[in-house]
Protein backbone atom coordinates (compact mmCIF):
# COMPACT_ATOMS: atom_id res chain seq x y z
CA UNK A 1 0.00 0.00 0.00
CA UNK A 2 3.14 2.52 0.63
CA UNK A 3 4.78 1.44 -2.86
CA UNK A 4 0.99 2.26 -4.31
CA UNK A 5 0.61 5.41 -2.03
CA UNK A 6 4.25 6.79 -3.04
CA UNK A 7 4.41 5.85 -7.16
CA UNK A 8 0.40 7.89 -6.79
CA UNK A 9 1.92 10.62 -5.36
CA UNK A 10 5.21 10.86 -7.87
CA UNK A 11 2.85 10.44 -10.78
CA UNK A 12 0.54 13.37 -9.34
CA UNK A 13 3.75 15.60 -8.92
CA UNK A 14 4.90 14.58 -12.45
CA UNK A 15 1.52 15.39 -13.79
CA UNK A 16 1.66 19.09 -11.90
CA UNK A 17 4.92 19.87 -13.66
CA UNK A 18 4.09 19.26 -16.79
CA UNK A 19 1.06 21.14 -16.40
CA UNK A 20 3.38 23.85 -14.77
CA UNK A 21 5.98 23.78 -17.51
CA UNK A 22 7.22 27.26 -18.42
CA UNK A 23 8.17 28.44 -21.91
CA UNK A 24 9.64 31.17 -23.63
CA UNK A 25 7.17 32.16 -26.64
CA UNK A 26 9.38 34.92 -28.01
CA UNK A 27 11.13 35.22 -31.37
CA UNK A 28 14.68 35.33 -32.07
CA UNK A 29 15.87 38.85 -33.42
CA UNK A 30 13.88 39.30 -36.98
CA UNK A 31 16.80 41.86 -38.89
CA UNK A 32 18.93 39.87 -41.73
CA UNK A 33 16.87 36.47 -40.78
CA UNK A 34 15.13 34.50 -43.67
CA UNK A 35 12.43 32.15 -44.49
CA UNK A 36 10.88 29.77 -46.73
CA UNK A 37 7.08 30.55 -46.85
CA UNK A 38 4.84 28.12 -48.21
CA UNK A 39 1.39 29.55 -48.48
CA UNK A 40 -2.29 28.59 -49.23
CA UNK A 41 -5.30 30.14 -49.57
CA UNK A 42 -9.11 28.28 -50.26
CA UNK A 43 -11.65 30.74 -50.35
CA UNK A 44 -15.66 29.48 -50.08
CA UNK A 45 -18.66 32.07 -49.90
CA UNK A 46 -20.81 34.30 -52.04
CA UNK A 47 -21.04 38.02 -53.46
CA UNK A 48 -23.93 39.84 -52.89
CA UNK A 49 -24.86 42.51 -55.59
CA UNK A 50 -27.70 44.58 -56.28
CA UNK A 51 -29.58 44.53 -59.82
CA UNK A 52 -32.61 46.33 -60.51
CA UNK A 53 -33.03 46.94 -56.74
CA UNK A 54 -32.76 43.17 -55.81
CA UNK A 55 -29.65 41.29 -53.85
CA UNK A 56 -28.51 38.13 -56.00
CA UNK A 57 -26.14 36.04 -54.57
CA UNK A 58 -22.85 34.98 -56.69
CA UNK A 59 -21.16 32.38 -55.49
CA UNK A 60 -17.17 32.95 -54.89
CA UNK A 61 -14.55 30.51 -54.84
CA UNK A 62 -10.87 31.36 -55.06
CA UNK A 63 -7.43 29.50 -54.39
CA UNK A 64 -4.15 30.91 -54.15
CA UNK A 65 -0.74 29.34 -53.72
CA UNK A 66 2.34 31.74 -52.70
CA UNK A 67 5.90 30.33 -52.01
CA UNK A 68 8.90 33.06 -52.01
CA UNK A 69 12.09 33.36 -50.31
CA UNK A 70 12.15 36.24 -47.43
CA UNK A 71 14.67 38.14 -45.88
CA UNK A 72 13.71 40.44 -42.94
CA UNK A 73 15.12 44.05 -43.57
CA UNK A 74 13.89 46.10 -40.82
CA UNK A 75 11.68 45.19 -37.69
CA UNK A 76 10.36 47.40 -34.67
CA UNK A 77 8.93 46.12 -30.73
CA UNK A 78 9.50 42.47 -31.99
CA UNK A 79 7.77 42.35 -35.29
CA UNK A 80 9.17 43.08 -39.32
CA UNK A 81 8.75 46.35 -40.73
CA UNK A 82 10.54 45.31 -44.12
CA UNK A 83 11.43 42.46 -46.17
CA UNK A 84 12.22 41.86 -49.34
CA UNK A 85 10.84 38.58 -51.02
CA UNK A 86 11.65 36.45 -54.24
CA UNK A 87 8.62 34.93 -54.98
CA UNK A 88 9.35 31.55 -57.12
CA UNK A 89 5.65 30.83 -57.58
CA UNK A 90 2.41 32.93 -56.59
CA UNK A 91 -0.77 32.43 -58.27
CA UNK A 92 -4.53 32.88 -57.94
CA UNK A 93 -7.79 31.65 -59.54
CA UNK A 94 -11.12 33.68 -58.60
CA UNK A 95 -14.34 32.40 -59.64
CA UNK A 96 -17.50 34.82 -58.89
CA UNK A 97 -20.94 33.45 -60.54
CA UNK A 98 -19.90 32.13 -64.06
CA UNK A 99 -17.05 34.44 -64.21
CA UNK A 100 -13.29 33.00 -63.74
CA UNK A 101 -10.02 35.07 -63.14
CA UNK A 102 -6.68 33.88 -63.04
CA UNK A 103 -3.53 35.80 -61.39
CA UNK A 104 0.37 35.88 -61.94
CA UNK A 105 3.14 37.64 -61.71
CA UNK A 106 4.42 38.77 -65.34
CA UNK A 107 7.80 37.42 -66.33
CA UNK A 108 10.90 39.53 -64.57
CA UNK A 109 8.33 40.66 -61.80
CA UNK A 110 9.39 38.09 -58.87
CA UNK A 111 11.05 40.30 -56.31
CA UNK A 112 9.25 42.31 -54.40
CA UNK A 113 9.54 44.69 -51.66
CA UNK A 114 7.19 44.81 -48.66
CA UNK A 115 7.36 47.69 -46.42
CA UNK A 116 4.83 48.40 -43.28
CA UNK A 117 4.09 52.18 -43.48
CA UNK A 118 0.94 53.76 -41.10
CA UNK A 119 -0.05 50.66 -39.96
CA UNK A 120 -0.27 49.56 -43.84
CA UNK A 121 1.62 47.00 -45.88
CA UNK A 122 2.50 48.16 -49.43
CA UNK A 123 3.99 45.41 -51.46
CA UNK A 124 6.08 46.99 -54.71
CA UNK A 125 8.09 45.60 -57.15
CA UNK A 126 11.77 47.54 -57.74
CA UNK A 127 11.89 45.65 -61.23
CA UNK A 128 8.86 47.70 -62.77
CA UNK A 129 5.06 48.98 -61.56
CA UNK A 130 2.74 46.60 -60.70
CA UNK A 131 -0.61 45.97 -62.23
CA UNK A 132 -4.26 45.78 -60.48
CA UNK A 133 -3.87 42.05 -60.82
CA UNK A 134 -0.52 42.01 -59.62
CA UNK A 135 -1.15 44.05 -56.82
CA UNK A 136 -3.80 42.16 -55.30
CA UNK A 137 -1.69 38.89 -55.91
CA UNK A 138 0.93 40.50 -53.36
CA UNK A 139 -2.09 40.74 -51.05
CA UNK A 140 -1.91 37.50 -49.22
CA UNK A 141 -1.66 36.82 -45.57
CA UNK A 142 1.34 39.37 -43.56
CA UNK A 143 3.88 37.29 -43.03
CA UNK A 144 5.69 40.48 -41.04
CA UNK A 145 3.06 40.13 -38.30
CA UNK A 146 3.02 36.63 -37.52
CA UNK A 147 5.69 37.06 -34.70
CA UNK A 148 3.06 39.31 -33.25
CA UNK A 149 1.19 36.56 -32.15
CA UNK A 150 3.14 34.79 -29.12
CA UNK A 151 2.69 35.96 -26.17
CA UNK A 152 6.22 38.00 -26.53
CA UNK A 153 7.68 36.55 -22.99
CA UNK A 154 7.56 33.48 -20.65
CA UNK A 155 4.13 31.66 -20.39
CA UNK A 156 2.88 28.09 -18.71
CA UNK A 157 1.16 25.89 -20.96
CA UNK A 158 -2.64 26.31 -20.64
CA UNK A 159 -2.16 30.42 -20.00
CA UNK A 160 -3.51 32.73 -22.37
CA UNK A 161 -2.41 36.49 -23.58
CA UNK A 162 -4.24 39.09 -25.53
CA UNK A 163 -3.08 39.71 -29.45
CA UNK A 164 -2.03 43.70 -29.88
CA UNK A 165 -4.76 45.73 -31.87
CA UNK A 166 -1.93 46.97 -34.24
CA UNK A 167 -1.11 43.11 -35.04
CA UNK A 168 -4.59 41.38 -35.34
CA UNK A 169 -5.43 44.76 -37.72
CA UNK A 170 -2.17 43.63 -39.80
CA UNK A 171 -3.39 40.20 -40.00
CA UNK A 172 -6.80 40.43 -40.47
CA UNK A 173 -6.17 42.83 -43.53
CA UNK A 174 -8.14 45.61 -41.71
CA UNK A 175 -7.28 49.34 -42.62
CA UNK A 176 -8.70 50.26 -38.86
CA UNK A 177 -9.76 48.44 -35.96
CA UNK A 178 -13.09 49.07 -34.51
CA UNK A 179 -13.96 46.62 -31.69
CA UNK A 180 -12.85 42.83 -30.48
CA UNK A 181 -9.97 41.17 -29.81
CA UNK A 182 -7.55 37.80 -30.39
CA UNK A 183 -6.46 35.40 -27.79
CA UNK A 184 -3.84 33.50 -27.57
CA UNK A 185 -3.01 30.10 -25.85
CA UNK A 186 -0.11 27.95 -24.99
CA UNK A 187 -1.71 24.51 -25.87
CA UNK A 188 1.02 21.90 -24.89
CA UNK A 189 5.13 21.43 -24.77
CA UNK A 190 6.69 18.37 -26.68
CA UNK A 191 10.16 18.06 -26.98
CA UNK A 192 11.45 21.07 -29.29
CA UNK A 193 7.78 22.28 -30.42
CA UNK A 194 5.16 24.08 -28.47
CA UNK A 195 1.60 24.79 -29.87
CA UNK A 196 -0.94 27.27 -29.28
CA UNK A 197 -4.39 29.05 -30.54
CA UNK A 198 -5.83 32.22 -31.74
CA UNK A 199 -9.42 33.04 -31.67
CA UNK A 200 -11.74 35.85 -31.23
CA UNK A 201 -13.83 38.25 -33.11
CA UNK A 202 -12.98 41.29 -34.29
CA UNK A 203 -14.86 44.38 -36.17
CA UNK A 204 -13.07 46.57 -38.60
CA UNK A 205 -13.04 48.41 -41.89
CA UNK A 206 -11.41 47.51 -44.82
CA UNK A 207 -11.74 49.78 -48.08
CA UNK A 208 -13.98 51.17 -46.77
CA UNK A 209 -16.38 49.00 -45.61
CA UNK A 210 -17.53 47.65 -42.62
CA UNK A 211 -16.14 43.88 -41.88
CA UNK A 212 -16.93 41.16 -39.06
CA UNK A 213 -14.15 38.78 -38.46
CA UNK A 214 -14.19 35.30 -36.50
CA UNK A 215 -10.91 33.58 -35.97
CA UNK A 216 -9.95 30.77 -35.41
CA UNK A 217 -6.04 29.42 -35.30
CA UNK A 218 -3.31 27.52 -34.44
CA UNK A 219 0.51 28.14 -34.75
CA UNK A 220 3.38 25.72 -34.19
CA UNK A 221 6.74 27.41 -32.56
CA UNK A 222 9.91 25.70 -32.35
CA UNK A 223 11.67 26.41 -29.43
CA UNK A 224 15.08 25.51 -30.73
CA UNK A 225 14.44 28.05 -33.64
CA UNK A 226 12.25 30.36 -31.60
CA UNK A 227 10.52 30.46 -34.55
CA UNK A 228 7.19 30.32 -35.33
CA UNK A 229 7.71 27.37 -38.72
CA UNK A 230 3.81 26.80 -39.00
CA UNK A 231 0.22 28.00 -39.00
CA UNK A 232 -3.32 26.95 -39.94
CA UNK A 233 -6.01 30.24 -39.53
CA UNK A 234 -9.17 30.22 -40.59
CA UNK A 235 -11.64 33.13 -40.70
CA UNK A 236 -15.37 33.79 -41.39
CA UNK A 237 -16.07 37.32 -42.79
CA UNK A 238 -18.95 38.95 -43.13
CA UNK A 239 -18.27 42.07 -45.08
CA UNK A 240 -20.83 44.74 -45.95
CA UNK A 241 -21.51 46.78 -49.37
CA UNK A 242 -18.35 49.35 -49.35
CA UNK A 243 -17.58 51.97 -51.80
CA UNK A 244 -15.08 50.47 -53.78
CA UNK A 245 -16.50 46.48 -53.21
CA UNK A 246 -19.95 44.54 -53.13
CA UNK A 247 -21.09 42.67 -49.51
CA UNK A 248 -19.52 39.45 -49.06
CA UNK A 249 -19.70 36.71 -46.78
CA UNK A 250 -16.81 34.12 -46.67
CA UNK A 251 -15.06 31.40 -45.13
CA UNK A 252 -11.10 31.53 -45.82
CA UNK A 253 -8.09 29.80 -44.56
CA UNK A 254 -4.50 29.95 -44.80
CA UNK A 255 -1.65 27.20 -44.44
CA UNK A 256 1.44 28.39 -44.29
CA UNK A 257 4.51 26.48 -43.52
CA UNK A 258 7.42 29.10 -42.19
CA UNK A 259 11.27 27.27 -42.71
CA UNK A 260 14.20 29.16 -41.31
CA UNK A 261 16.88 29.20 -43.76
CA UNK A 262 20.22 30.54 -44.36
CA UNK A 263 20.76 33.62 -46.52
CA UNK A 264 19.86 33.17 -50.21
CA UNK A 265 21.98 34.77 -52.91
CA UNK A 266 19.69 36.30 -54.29
CA UNK A 267 18.41 38.35 -51.34
CA UNK A 268 22.26 38.91 -50.15
CA UNK A 269 23.78 42.38 -49.22
CA UNK A 270 24.67 42.92 -53.09
CA UNK A 271 21.69 41.61 -55.10
CA UNK A 272 19.40 44.12 -52.82
CA UNK A 273 21.71 47.09 -53.64
CA UNK A 274 20.11 48.34 -56.30
CA UNK A 275 16.18 47.37 -55.33
CA UNK A 276 16.71 48.76 -52.28
CA UNK A 277 17.65 52.27 -53.82
CA UNK A 278 14.72 52.53 -55.74
CA UNK A 279 12.34 54.88 -54.02
CA UNK A 280 9.35 53.33 -52.41
CA UNK A 281 6.89 56.19 -53.71
CA UNK A 282 7.82 55.92 -56.77
CA UNK A 283 7.56 52.56 -57.62
CA UNK A 284 3.91 52.04 -55.52
CA UNK A 285 1.90 53.34 -58.28
CA UNK A 286 -0.66 50.76 -60.38
CA UNK A 287 0.17 50.45 -64.18
CA UNK A 288 -3.12 50.51 -65.83
CA UNK A 289 -3.07 49.38 -69.57
CA UNK A 290 -6.08 49.90 -71.66
CA UNK A 291 -7.35 46.69 -73.36
CA UNK A 292 -7.51 47.54 -76.74
CA UNK A 293 -4.21 49.79 -76.39
CA UNK A 294 -6.12 52.94 -76.81
CA UNK A 295 -4.24 54.54 -73.80
CA UNK A 296 -2.42 54.16 -70.33
CA UNK A 297 -2.14 55.66 -66.97
CA UNK A 298 -0.64 55.67 -63.65
CA UNK A 299 -2.63 56.09 -60.15
CA UNK A 300 -2.11 55.80 -56.74
CA UNK A 301 -3.28 52.67 -54.29
CA UNK A 302 -6.10 55.11 -53.20
CA UNK A 303 -7.29 54.47 -56.84
CA UNK A 304 -9.64 51.43 -56.73
CA UNK A 305 -10.72 49.82 -60.26
CA UNK A 306 -14.38 49.39 -59.85
CA UNK A 307 -15.41 49.13 -63.62
CA UNK A 308 -14.02 47.67 -66.83
CA UNK A 309 -16.34 48.03 -70.24
CA UNK A 310 -14.99 48.82 -73.95
CA UNK A 311 -16.95 52.28 -73.51
CA UNK A 312 -15.26 53.61 -70.28
CA UNK A 313 -13.16 52.54 -67.18
CA UNK A 314 -14.10 53.77 -63.94
CA UNK A 315 -12.00 54.12 -60.47
CA UNK A 316 -12.80 55.64 -56.86
CA UNK A 317 -10.52 57.63 -54.55
CA UNK A 318 -10.97 56.42 -51.00
CA UNK A 319 -9.13 58.92 -48.38
CA UNK A 320 -6.75 56.78 -45.94
CA UNK A 321 -9.62 56.46 -43.61
CA UNK A 322 -11.62 54.57 -45.63
CA UNK A 323 -13.90 57.43 -46.88
CA UNK A 324 -15.58 57.22 -50.85
CA UNK A 325 -14.23 60.65 -52.08
CA UNK A 326 -14.40 60.69 -55.69
CA UNK A 327 -15.16 58.45 -58.69
CA UNK A 328 -13.01 59.25 -62.00
CA UNK A 329 -14.61 57.65 -65.34
CA UNK A 330 -11.93 57.84 -68.93
CA UNK A 331 -14.05 57.08 -71.82
CA UNK A 332 -12.01 57.13 -75.36
CA UNK A 333 -13.66 59.88 -77.48
CA UNK A 334 -13.48 60.17 -81.96
CA UNK A 335 -10.01 60.40 -82.77
CA UNK A 336 -8.66 63.60 -84.37
CA UNK A 337 -5.96 64.70 -87.13
CA UNK A 338 -3.07 65.70 -85.06
CA UNK A 339 -2.52 68.87 -83.92
CA UNK A 340 -6.31 69.48 -83.95
CA UNK A 341 -9.00 69.84 -80.95
CA UNK A 342 -12.62 71.06 -80.84
CA UNK A 343 -12.95 74.15 -79.77
CA UNK A 344 -13.75 74.51 -75.71
CA UNK A 345 -17.31 75.86 -76.05
CA UNK A 346 -18.15 73.16 -77.65
CA UNK A 347 -17.19 70.74 -75.29
CA UNK A 348 -19.01 72.64 -72.65
CA UNK A 349 -22.00 72.03 -74.74
CA UNK A 350 -21.18 68.34 -74.86
CA UNK A 351 -20.10 68.22 -71.29
CA UNK A 352 -23.58 69.73 -70.32
CA UNK A 353 -25.91 67.55 -72.42
CA UNK A 354 -24.35 64.48 -70.02
CA UNK A 355 -26.35 61.35 -69.57
CA UNK A 356 -28.26 62.17 -66.15
CA UNK A 357 -26.62 65.01 -65.98
CA UNK A 358 -29.04 68.38 -64.56
CA UNK A 359 -26.40 70.98 -64.81
CA UNK A 360 -27.02 74.05 -62.68
CA UNK A 361 -26.68 77.22 -64.45
CA UNK A 362 -23.05 78.81 -64.86
CA UNK A 363 -19.51 77.24 -64.39
CA UNK A 364 -17.17 76.75 -61.69
CA UNK A 365 -13.99 76.65 -64.18
CA UNK A 366 -13.23 76.76 -68.03
CA UNK A 367 -10.08 76.19 -68.48
CA UNK A 368 -8.35 75.62 -72.23
CA UNK A 369 -5.02 75.81 -71.38
CA UNK A 370 -4.28 72.96 -68.06
CA UNK A 371 -0.64 72.38 -67.69
CA UNK A 372 -0.07 68.47 -67.41
CA UNK A 373 3.34 67.90 -69.12
CA UNK A 374 2.67 65.18 -70.39
CA UNK A 375 4.98 63.20 -72.73
CA UNK A 376 2.24 62.24 -75.56
CA UNK A 377 -0.59 64.97 -74.72
CA UNK A 378 -1.04 67.49 -77.12
CA UNK A 379 -3.58 69.94 -74.89
CA UNK A 380 -6.56 69.25 -71.94
CA UNK A 381 -9.43 71.22 -71.13
CA UNK A 382 -10.62 71.69 -67.98
CA UNK A 383 -14.61 72.45 -67.15
CA UNK A 384 -16.08 72.22 -63.64
CA UNK A 385 -20.31 72.52 -62.97
CA UNK A 386 -22.53 71.91 -60.24
CA UNK A 387 -25.81 69.91 -60.78
CA UNK A 388 -27.51 66.45 -60.31
CA UNK A 389 -26.44 63.60 -61.55
CA UNK A 390 -29.42 60.83 -61.96
CA UNK A 391 -31.42 63.08 -59.60
CA UNK A 392 -28.14 63.76 -56.39
CA UNK A 393 -26.29 66.64 -56.49
CA UNK A 394 -23.05 66.49 -57.65
CA UNK A 395 -19.68 68.45 -58.96
CA UNK A 396 -18.08 67.05 -62.11
CA UNK A 397 -15.20 68.23 -63.71
CA UNK A 398 -14.93 67.26 -67.03
CA UNK A 399 -11.28 66.98 -69.13
CA UNK A 400 -10.86 66.53 -72.61
CA UNK A 401 -7.29 65.26 -72.96
CA UNK A 402 -5.85 65.24 -76.77
CA UNK A 403 -2.67 63.05 -77.63
CA UNK A 404 -0.19 64.67 -80.39
CA UNK A 405 -1.28 62.06 -82.70
CA UNK A 406 -5.02 63.16 -82.16
CA UNK A 407 -6.20 60.17 -80.03
CA UNK A 408 -8.62 61.74 -77.59
CA UNK A 409 -10.20 60.85 -73.80
CA UNK A 410 -12.57 62.05 -71.69
CA UNK A 411 -12.08 61.74 -67.92
CA UNK A 412 -14.52 62.71 -65.93
CA UNK A 413 -14.07 63.40 -61.85
CA UNK A 414 -17.55 63.62 -60.17
CA UNK A 415 -18.02 63.65 -56.22
CA UNK A 416 -20.31 65.03 -53.84
CA UNK A 417 -19.75 68.71 -52.94
CA UNK A 418 -18.94 68.36 -49.48
CA UNK A 419 -15.87 66.26 -50.63
CA UNK A 420 -14.47 68.60 -53.52
CA UNK A 421 -11.68 70.17 -51.38
CA UNK A 422 -10.27 66.64 -51.21
CA UNK A 423 -10.19 66.00 -54.46
CA UNK A 424 -6.73 68.18 -55.66
CA UNK A 425 -4.05 67.33 -56.18
CA UNK A 426 -5.23 63.80 -57.06
CA UNK A 427 -6.84 64.56 -60.22
CA UNK A 428 -4.14 66.84 -62.00
CA UNK A 429 -1.33 63.88 -61.03
CA UNK A 430 -3.89 60.90 -62.91
CA UNK A 431 -4.52 63.31 -65.97
CA UNK A 432 -0.53 63.53 -66.09
CA UNK A 433 -0.07 60.38 -65.98
CA UNK A 434 -1.85 59.65 -69.29
CA UNK A 435 0.09 58.38 -72.43
CA UNK A 436 -1.33 57.71 -75.69
CA UNK A 437 0.40 54.69 -77.88
CA UNK A 438 3.19 55.79 -80.46
CA UNK A 439 1.83 55.43 -84.46
CA UNK A 440 3.26 51.92 -84.85
CA UNK A 441 2.57 50.31 -81.31
CA UNK A 442 -0.64 49.55 -79.24
CA UNK A 443 1.42 50.05 -76.33
CA UNK A 444 3.76 52.33 -75.21
CA UNK A 445 6.36 51.07 -73.15
CA UNK A 446 6.37 53.98 -70.53
CA UNK A 447 6.05 52.72 -66.95
Known sequence: MWRMFLSATLLLAGSLRAQAQTVSLVEAPLPKSCFRNDLSMELTGKVIVQQEGMNINLKQIATARHEFLERILEARDGLAEKSARIYQSAEATITVGTDMAKRSFRPGHSLMVAQRTRDQLNTYCPQGLLTNEEKELTEHFDTLALPGLLAGKEVVVGSSWTIPSHVAQALCDLDGLVSGQLTGKLGEVQGDMATGTVDGIVKGIGMGAQVTMEIKARFAFNLKEKRIIALEWKQHDERLQGPVSPAVTADVTYKLKRTPIIEPNELNEIALVRALSVPAD?????????????????????????????????????????????????????????????????????????????????????????????????????????????GVPAIQYFHLVTGLRGDQLIVTFTMDPKQAPNLSPHDLTLIRSITFPPADASLSKRE
Open 282 to 390: KMSNIAYRDPKGRFELQHGRNWHLVGQEEKHVVLRLLSERGDFVAQVTLTPYAKEMPGKMMDIEEFVRLMAEAPGWDQDDGLLEKNAQVDVSGETCFKVYRVGATGKLS
